[in-house]
């Protein structure tokens, strides 16, 4: 890139209309870290930055990471948009906090209406998240000692099927480590899982990077007033205000989604008793009997019979933490702000849907905007304006990296019909918990992806990855053999458009 | 005058509990219908070794241990024969005492295994542990953990042989019928417990049942499961009696009892889903209506609840066909012939015999049901396979009685798209497995050496009344060489081996490799020349006739497997060493077969394969090969199908689809 472009826009290149916009994407590992570039002709009038994560990464990568992103956009950036709470989208700021609060500008900082913290609402939001990390860091901390018990060893193992079920408890042990780590900090988890407060990225954006100031918002909200923006609008699609949208991961009919799993319910209550059981705290420690039923375990009770240890269940209930550990995933990856950027004289949009899962997805269809789409139902009377922006989508940043439940199948990807739709996905398997690989990427949304897109599918690294649930077919030819189908003009323009480094993925969106 | 004791004992123990669950006994139009008297088989029960620390209730087949892992609290027993709790019926139905709690689980627990006992015409016998290594231990009774989990589920471990139920804090959709945050406890469902012992007796009956080879098996588990649990629903007449009643004259007693059926599910959350298949509520008129079958739905369904919906559904209107069938006439004398009933009250004598019939056609169903799982393959099962068990076993038992029953199966699967592989004629002929098959007179004359040496199980096993004999007899019967109360026994596995070693005739019967095995992926035998295969669960059958003919059948399956490789798209066996495990890029692929002997004239009856290899020549020495078309389809599903449909649950903490799952079940509920 020219020294040039990465000047500080000066006040006279704000009023220029932007035709245009140039999206990076770092190769940082499985997790979001874009850059937006909005330009008027070949003037740079605006930069957007959204999230910095990885699921896991040393502070040497992200450092070159962030040290290129610095260089990229000179001192700062207009906007700085986190869109949610996960490791994956927040590490960064964790790791390279020198490097984002010196000689870096942060003009204003973007995040939805559930990070505004000391609203009642929120708070609430935040004691229940609060109370469910603390309890699924506890049960995966409870699990761990379990598995790694002798004792537990002995009975689970010795002469009891071969082993196998002491193989798939430690299998299912590190699952729920993995999602411990997604939603805090080691040290914090390592410590028993004592939940104090924002992942230390959100914290240090909050408390440092956000010097002037977070806007909040929420759907519905229209942004349409930033200097440099000119013929730029912005529309607030997620996350939904209702409670009920933000823990629902899928939807119950077939075709909502790329799988159709319900809801998974009851793990509310498990997270109650596993605060109590580990002194915790909270209403979980209710017993549920009168005191006078109960009796002490003496060494004569069955239970305690050491020829039956193999059928104790001291451990059993802790597996409900895996669903605990989704409901509480689903339910953070729906707070995420999800943002249709429109070039308001084309009507072509970027959409930034952070890791928004189908609840959200579900609700923007009903956000009730004063204006109208521009495309016509079938009976003549003008879409619904989440439907039209989704028609004129021609950049999508693929939700939750690929996996099934990220992008809405009837409510999302079918509506993204432009013919010029492109789309970045950031998955990297060298760089990814293990259990994700089962989810991510979706061969369902894979394929779709490459139909629409005609292969103009921009993954962050294809190795490992496949397009099919056999891996037979590896992906990255498939996306060759996906691009054949665009014209000679689209593939020529296509390939102007798109760039790539070791370190970033660009792609030039025509405004 | 001298006392004279009494040394009769009774025939049962009489246990009240809930019909449904408790939240039913909180609305004043089920309050009177909530609560039953469950009639449990008399059985001595150990009131505990040391007062107040034994399981409590525990009997022959099930021990009740109430020990709460998440509080790290026990309960003290309930003691059943306490002077007071006899004489009471068994303690109140109460949530708040968790003595009652083992005393309901408890009592749907045997209530379940009488009725499969009763099917069946032999012992329940829960599946052995496995021990490392391939050895295998009696397990007596099955344990249940009343308060062990805190979310709404519950399971059966197989691994730990026991039932575990959980509690929760409620988040009712319905704040009328569940008080918001009271604790729910899943151990107080009647349906949770009928379907969680339905697993555990299935499990000891058919151990590959929880392998997922197609997408129709463990939606087979859940859906039988909840067969169980919704018939035995209905042969209770008291509950019926009191519905039926209430509908004063709008005797659309069929969309009645659908509606019926679905409530009982729905009070507990999820358990009601597989029913919900069955119908819905109009909402135009409000009325409740039977749900179209589309023959679609089995084509493209395959998460396994909502596959096992299908079946459920398919069931229950066989249930509803059966039950119009046998009240046609009722109607009309209650009618006048007019079939159109008066407005007001239905006169209680008719209420009496509707909800009788209802009752005597749900056991009907549920008999049936369950008895043919003596008909069914042992490995891959699919609905299909199913409905011909279904009626393969009731022609069995009743020759031509009561075949417009056999239809109303038939029709209702139909109906559904259900329909058994590689029958050419959708017919009851068609469709029940061929009785006494074309046998060469060589393999006859083996077969009925094998037949002689059943007699001799037969002998040994028949009087025994104790099921850890009946274990040891089986077990000796159906192995190698072992020793039985001083007597060698040269077994069942032995006996074949020796017999059918090499043999084409019998290849070509079974469709298992019992000649150039390797060839075809199959291991050679641990003890002797021969391939590898396992004998499975033999049993003597005994039931009685609507004629009052007894049946006497001698059932054992015998399943085999091959490791395969699929590279390419082509199908390479490939032998599997001890131990080996089937890595990412091959499969176990099964067969298996299941006989029937019939004692009195030592005839072989049934067959009832799931091939392991292709179909065979006619006759003649040929090299086997894998049924391809089973080893692509259970590919296709493993590597395709199963794992899109999996849960999300799954997807994230299982390694894979088909190996290693901790707790099959536990899983399966995890909605």
Same mark, same amino acid.
Request: proline fraction near 5%; aromatic fraction near 10%; charge should be negative.
């Given at each position: 890139?020219?020294?040039?472009?990465?000047?500080?826009?000066?006040?006279?290149?704000?009023?220029?209309?932007?035709?245009?916009?140039?999206?990076?994407?770092?190769?940082?590992?499985?997790?979001?870290?874009?850059?937006?570039?909005?330009?008027?002709?070949?003037?740079?009038?605006?930069?957007?930055?959204?999230?910095?994560?990885?699921?896991?990464?040393?502070?040497?990568?992200?450092?070159? $990471?962030?040290?290129?992103?610095?260089?990229?956009?000179?001192?700062?950036?207009?906007?700085?948009?986190?869109?949610?709470?996960?490791?994956?989208?927040?590490?960064?700021?964790?790791?390279?906090?020198?490097?984002?609060?010196?000689?870096?500008?942060?003009?204003?900082?973007?995040?939805?209406?559930?990070?505004?913290?000391?609203?009642?609402?929120?708070?609430? *939001?935040?004691?229940?998240?609060?109370?469910?990390?603390?309890?699924?860091?506890?049960?995966?901390?409870?699990?761990?000692?379990?598995?790694?018990?002798?004792?537990?060893?002995?009975?689970?193992?010795?002469? =009891?099927?071969?082993?196998?079920?002491?193989?798939?408890?430690?299998?299912?042990?590190?699952?729920?480590?993995?999602?411990?780590?997604? =939603?805090?900090?080691?040290?914090?988890?390592?410590?028993?899982?004592?939940?104090?407060?924002?992942?230390?990225?959100?914290?240090?954006?909050?408390?440092?990077?956000?010097?002037?100031?977070?806007?909040?918002?929420?759907?519905?909200?229209?942004?349409?007033?930033?200097?440099? *923006?000119?013929?730029?609008?912005?529309?607030?699609?997620?996350?939904?205000?209702?409670?009920?949208?933000?823990?629902?991961?899928?939807?119950?009919?077939?075709?909502?989604?790329?799988?159709?799993?319900?809801?998974?319910?009851?793990?509310?209550?498990?997270?109650?008793?596993?605060?109590?059981?580990?002194?915790?705290?909270?209403?979980?420690?209710?017993?549920?009997?009168?005191?006078?039923?109960?009796?002490?375990?003496?060494?004569? $009770?069955?239970?305690?019979?050491?020829?039956?240890?193999?059928?104790?269940?001291?451990?059993?209930?802790?597996?409900?933490?895996?669903?605990?550990?989704?409901?509480?995933?689903?339910?953070?990856?729906? *707070?995420?702000?999800?943002?249709?950027?429109?070039?308001?004289?084309?009507?072509?949009?970027?959409?930034?849907?952070?890791?928004?899962?189908?609840?959200?997805?579900?609700?923007?269809?009903?956000?009730?905007?004063?204006?109208?789409?521009?495309?016509?139902?079938?009976?003549?009377?003008?879409? $619904?304006?989440?439907?039209?922006?989704?028609?004129?989508?021609?950049?999508?940043?693929?939700? =939750?990296? *690929?996996?099934?439940?990220?992008?809405?199948?009837?409510?999302?990807?079918?509506?993204?019909?432009?013919?010029?739709?492109?789309?970045?996905?950031?998955?990297?398997?060298?760089?990814?918990?293990?259990?994700?690989?089962?989810?991510?990427?979706?061969?369902?949304?894979?394929?779709?992806?490459?139909?629409?897109?005609?292969?103009?599918?921009?993954?962050?690294?294809?190795?490992?990855?496949?397009?099919?649930?056999?891996?037979?077919?590896?992906?990255?030819?498939?996306?060759?053999?996906?691009?054949?189908?665009?014209?000679?003009?689209?593939?020529?323009?296509?390939?102007?458009?798109?760039?790539?480094?070791?370190?970033?993925?660009?792609?030039?969106?025509?405004? | 005058?001298?006392?004279?004791?009494?040394?009769?004992?009774?025939?049962?123990?009489?246990?009240?509990?809930?019909?449904?669950?408790?939240?039913?006994?909180?609305?004043?139009?089920?309050?009177?219908?909530?609560?039953?008297?469950?009639?449990?088989?008399?059985?001595?029960?150990?009131?505990?070794?040391?007062?107040?620390?034994?399981?409590?209730?525990? %009997?022959?087949?099930?021990?009740?241990?109430?020990?709460?892992?998440?509080?790290?609290?026990?309960?003290?027993?309930?003691?059943?024969?306490?002077?007071?709790?006899?004489?009471?019926?068994?303690?109140?139905?109460?949530?708040?005492?968790?003595?009652?709690?083992?005393?309901?689980?408890?009592?749907?627990?045997?209530?379940?295994?009488?009725? +499969?006992?009763?099917?069946?015409?032999?012992?329940?016998?829960?599946?052995?542990?496995?021990?490392?290594?391939?050895?295998?231990?009696?397990?007596?009774?099955?344990?249940?953990?009343?308060?062990?989990?805190?979310?709404?589920?519950?399971?059966?471990?197989?691994?730990?042989?026991?039932?575990?139920?959980?509690?929760?804090?409620?988040?009712?959709?319905?704040?009328?019928?569940?008080?918001?945050?009271?604790?729910?406890?899943?151990?107080?469902?009647?349906?949770?417990?009928?379907?969680?012992?339905?697993?555990?007796?299935?499990?000891?009956?058919?151990?590959?049942?929880?392998?997922?080879?197609?997408?129709?098996?463990?939606?087979?588990?859940? !859906?039988? !499961?909840?067969?169980?649990?919704?018939?035995?629903?209905?042969?209770?007449?008291?509950?019926? @009696?009191?519905?039926?009643? @209430?509908?004063?004259?709008?005797?659309?007693?069929?969309?009645?009892?659908?509606?019926?059926?679905?409530?009982?599910?729905?009070?507990?959350?999820?358990?009601?889903?597989?029913?919900?298949?069955?119908?819905?509520?109009?909402?135009?008129?409000?009325?409740?209506?039977?749900?179209?079958?589309?023959?679609?739905?089995?084509?493209?369904?395959?998460?396994?609840?909502?596959?096992?919906?299908?079946?459920?559904?398919?069931? +229950?209107?066989?249930?509803?066909?059966?039950?119009?069938?046998?009240?046609?006439?009722?109607?009309?004398?209650?009618?006048?012939?007019?079939?159109?009933?008066?407005?007001?009250?239905?006169?209680?004598?008719?209420?009496?015999?509707?909800?009788?019939?209802?009752?005597?056609?749900?056991?009907?169903?549920?008999?049936?049901?369950?008895?043919?799982?003596?008909?069914?393959?042992?490995?891959?099962?699919?609905?299909?396979? +199913?409905?011909?068990?279904?009626?393969?076993?009731?022609?069995?038992?009743?020759?031509?009685?009561?075949?417009?029953?056999?239809?109303?199966?038939?029709?209702?699967?139909?109906?559904?798209?259900?329909?058994?592989?590689?029958?050419?004629?959708?017919?009851?002929?068609?469709?029940?497995?061929?009785?006494?098959?074309?046998?060469?007179?060589?393999?006859?004359?083996?077969?009925?050496?094998?037949?002689?040496?059943?007699?001799?199980?037969?002998?040994?096993?028949?009087?025994?009344?104790?099921?850890?004999?009946?274990?040891?007899?089986?077990?000796?019967?159906?192995?190698?060489?072992?020793?039985?109360?001083?007597?060698?026994?040269?077994?069942?596995?032995?006996?074949?081996?020796?017999?059918?070693?090499?043999?084409?005739?019998?290849?070509?019967?079974?469709?298992?490799?019992?000649?150039?095995?390797?060839?075809?992926?199959? !291991?050679?035998?641990?003890?002797?020349?021969?391939?590898?295969?396992?004998?499975?669960?033999?049993?003597?059958?005994?039931?009685?006739?609507?004629?009052?003919?007894?049946?006497?059948?001698?059932?054992?399956?015998?399943?085999?497997? !091959?490791?395969?490789?699929?590279?390419?798209?082509?199908?390479?066996?490939?032998?599997? @060493?001890?131990?080996?495990?089937?890595?990412?890029?091959?499969?176990?692929?099964? %067969?298996?077969?299941?006989?029937?002997?019939?004692?009195?004239?030592?005839?072989?009856?049934?067959?009832?394969? @799931?091939?392991?290899?292709?179909?065979?020549?006619?006759?003649?020495?040929?090299?086997?090969?894998?049924?391809?078309?089973?080893?692509?389809?259970?590919?296709?599903?493993?590597?395709?199908?199963?794992?899109?449909?999996?849960?999300?649950?799954?997807?994230? +903490?299982?390694?894979?689809?088909?190996?290693?799952?901790?707790?099959?079940?536990?899983?399966?509920?995890?909605?």
């Amino acid at each position: 890139m020219a020294k040039k472009k990465t000047a500080p826009a000066k006040p006279a290149t704000k009023s220029k209309t932007v035709d245009g916009a140039h999206v990076r994407m770092y190769r940082i590992g499985t997790g979001d870290c874009f850059v937006v570039k909005f330009l008027a002709g070949k003037t740079e009038t605006f930069k957007m930055m959204i999230d910095c994560g990885a699921w896991q990464g040393s502070k040497e990568v992200f450092t070159e $990471h962030v040290t290129d992103l610095k260089k990229y956009v000179g001192d700062g950036v207009d906007v700085l948009v986190v869109t949610h709470e996960h490791k994956d989208h927040v590490l960064g700021f964790e790791l390279c906090e020198k490097l984002f609060t010196k000689d870096f500008k942060v003009g204003e900082t973007w995040m939805s209406w559930a990070e505004e913290d000391g609203a009642p609402a929120v708070e609430k *939001l935040k004691k229940e998240h609060g109370a469910k990390k603390k309890a699924l860091a506890a049960a995966g901390g409870l699990m761990a000692r379990a598995v790694n018990d002798p004792a537990f060893h002995r009975d689970q193992n010795e002469r =009891h099927m071969g082993g196998q079920l002491l193989k798939a408890q430690e299998r299912f042990a590190a699952s729920v480590s993995g999602f411990v780590d997604l =939603h805090m900090d080691a040290d914090l988890a390592a410590a028993g899982g004592e939940y104090i407060g924002p992942l230390k990225g959100m914290a240090v954006v909050k408390d440092q990077i956000a010097a002037k100031g977070i806007r909040h918002f929420k759907p519905g909200d229209i942004i349409d007033d930033m200097p440099g *923006l000119k013929g730029v609008r912005i529309y607030v699609l997620g996350p939904p205000k209702s409670w009920e949208s933000i823990k629902k991961e899928d939807s119950a009919e077939e075709g909502e989604t790329y799988d159709h799993n319900k809801e998974l319910a009851g793990s509310d209550a498990f997270a109650a008793a596993v605060n109590a059981f580990s002194g915790n705290g909270g209403a979980g420690g209710t017993l549920p009997f009168d005191r006078s039923f109960e009796t002490d375990m003496t060494a004569a $009770h069955p239970y305690e019979n050491e020829a039956d240890a193999w059928r104790r269940i001291d451990n059993d209930w802790l597996m409900s933490a895996g669903s605990l550990a989704l409901r509480l995933n689903t339910g953070i990856n729906n *707070l995420s702000l999800a943002l249709a950027i429109e070039f308001i004289e084309s009507g072509r949009v970027m959409l930034f849907p952070g890791d928004a899962e189908y609840g959200s997805w579900a609700t923007w269809h009903d956000i009730p905007w004063k204006t109208k789409g521009r495309g016509k139902n079938d009976d003549g009377s003008p879409k $619904h304006l989440t439907e039209d922006l989704l028609n004129r989508t021609v950049f999508y940043k693929v939700a =939750h990296h *690929l996996s099934h439940n990220g992008t809405a199948k009837r409510k999302g990807l079918e509506m993204m019909t432009h013919d010029d739709l492109a789309a970045m996905a950031t998955l990297d398997y060298s760089v990814i918990s293990k259990d994700w690989k089962n989810t991510m990427p979706n061969q369902g949304i894979i394929s779709d992806l490459l139909n629409q897109t005609k292969g103009r599918l921009m993954v962050m690294n294809t190795k490992d990855l496949f397009a099919d649930a056999k891996k037979t077919r590896e992906l990255a030819p498939e996306i060759e053999k996906a691009r054949r189908r665009m014209s000679a003009a689209e593939k020529k323009e296509f390939e102007a458009a798109h760039d790539e480094s070791d370190l970033w993925i660009d792609y030039r969106v025509k405004g | 005058m001298s006392v004279v004791p009494n040394t009769k004992r009774p025939a049962s123990r009489k246990l009240r509990g809930y019909a449904f669950d408790p939240s039913l006994s909180l609305q004043l139009d089920t309050v009177t219908i909530n609560e039953i008297v469950y009639k449990v088989p008399w059985e001595e029960l150990e009131p505990g070794k040391v007062a107040g620390q034994g399981p409590g209730p525990a %009997g022959e087949y099930v021990e009740v241990v109430d020990y709460d892992p998440t509080v790290k609290k026990l309960y003290a027993p309930v003691d059943l024969n306490e002077r007071l709790t006899l004489a009471m019926d068994g303690l109140d139905p109460s949530e708040a005492n968790p003595q009652f709690h083992q005393q309901m689980v408890y009592a749907v627990a045997m209530t379940t295994i009488r009725n +499969f006992e009763a099917a069946l015409g032999r012992k329940v016998i829960w599946a052995p542990r496995r021990l490392s290594g391939g050895g295998e231990e009696y397990v007596q009774r099955l344990r249940i953990y009343p308060h062990a989990l805190r979310e709404a589920n519950a399971y059966y471990s197989p691994q730990k042989k026991a039932l575990l139920f959980g509690y929760f804090q409620a988040m009712p959709a319905d704040k009328t019928r569940h008080m918001p945050d009271a604790l729910v406890f899943t151990c107080l469902s009647h349906d949770i417990i009928a379907h969680e012992t339905t697993h555990a007796i299935l499990d000891g009956m058919y151990p590959y049942y929880n392998e997922p080879t197609n997408p129709d098996v463990l939606a087979f588990h859940e !859906a039988f !499961a909840d067969i169980v649990a919704l018939f035995q629903h209905f042969t209770f007449p008291e509950v019926l @009696k009191h519905q039926i009643a @209430k509908t004063r004259g709008n005797l659309e007693g069929q969309n009645l009892l659908g509606q019926l059926a679905q409530e009982f599910g729905s009070a507990m959350g999820c358990y009601g889903s597989l029913r919900d298949a069955i119908g819905h509520i109009d909402p135009k008129t409000k009325q409740w209506r039977p749900t179209e079958p589309d023959p679609g739905d089995y084509e493209s369904t395959m998460e396994p609840h909502a596959r096992g919906s299908i079946l459920v559904a398919a069931v +229950f209107e066989a249930f509803l066909s059966m039950y119009k069938h046998e009240v046609a006439d009722l109607l009309r004398i209650a009618s006048d012939g007019s079939g159109n009933l008066q407005a007001g009250e239905l006169l209680p004598d008719l209420v009496h015999r509707l909800a009788a019939e209802a009752s005597r056609c749900s056991q009907r169903v549920l008999n049936m049901c369950i008895r043919a799982l003596d008909y069914c393959p042992p490995v891959d099962l699919t609905f299909g396979d +199913f409905l011909r068990g279904i009626i393969t076993a009731d022609i069995d038992l009743k020759g031509e009685a009561q075949h417009e029953f056999r239809l109303a199966f038939i029709d209702a699967f139909r109906r559904r798209g259900i329909y058994p592989k590689g029958i050419k004629v959708l017919s009851v002929d068609s469709i029940a497995h061929t009785r006494s098959p074309e046998i060469g007179p060589q393999i006859g004359q083996l077969i009925g050496i094998i037949a002689e040496f059943l007699r001799d199980f037969r002998s040994e096993v028949s009087y025994c009344m104790d099921r850890q004999q009946m274990f040891d007899i089986s077990r000796c019967f159906s192995g190698g060489r072992s020793k039985l109360n001083g007597k060698s026994i040269l077994g069942l596995h032995a006996r074949m081996l020796a017999k059918f070693d090499g043999s084409y005739d019998f290849q070509r019967l079974t469709r298992l490799a019992w000649a150039d095995w390797g060839n075809v992926g199959v !291991a050679d035998s641990r003890d002797e020349y021969g391939p590898r295969f396992a004998v499975q669960n033999l049993r003597l059958v005994s039931r009685a006739a609507p004629n009052g003919d007894q049946v006497n059948n001698i059932v054992f399956s015998i399943v085999q497997r !091959a490791g395969v490789k699929i590279k390419n798209g082509t199908i390479e066996p490939h032998v599997l @060493k001890d131990g080996e495990a089937d890595d990412d890029d091959s499969m176990i692929f099964r %067969g298996g077969c299941t006989f029937v002997f019939d004692l009195d004239t030592l005839d072989l009856k049934y067959v009832i394969s @799931k091939p392991l290899l292709g179909p065979q020549p006619e006759s003649g020495r040929h090299a086997p090969q894998l049924d391809e078309d089973r080893v692509r389809a259970q590919y296709e599903y493993q590597f395709e199908t199963g794992p899109n449909a999996m849960s999300e649950f799954r997807q994230y +903490f299982d390694t894979g689809f088909a190996r290693g799952l901790p707790e099959p079940f536990a899983l399966l509920h995890q909605h």
